[in-house]
């Protein structure tokens, strides 16, 4: 049985980013945060491959668990 990631949105994107600059979470734990996204996503916005222009979001939202 295939599982879907969770939709893929620039508010996500933000929620990343806000983990890659405030925590010392690796992808596979900020992946595992946000609902169990693929890793890859999360290398995508840290490279600036996807979503380059989107604004972190406040840590204390991005910590929230999905």
Request: avoid cysteine; hydrophobic fraction near 40%.
């Amino acid at each position: 049985m295939k599982r879907n990631s969770p939709k893929f949105t620039a508010a996500r994107a933000a929620k990343i980013k806000a983990l890659l600059n405030g925590t010392d979470w690796n992808h596979a734990q900020i992946a595992a945060h946000l609902g169990g996204m693929n890793q890859g996503r999360v290398s995508e916005v840290k490279t600036g491959k996807r979503f380059a222009s989107v604004l972190p979001s406040r840590l204390e939202d991005a910590l929230v668990p999905e």
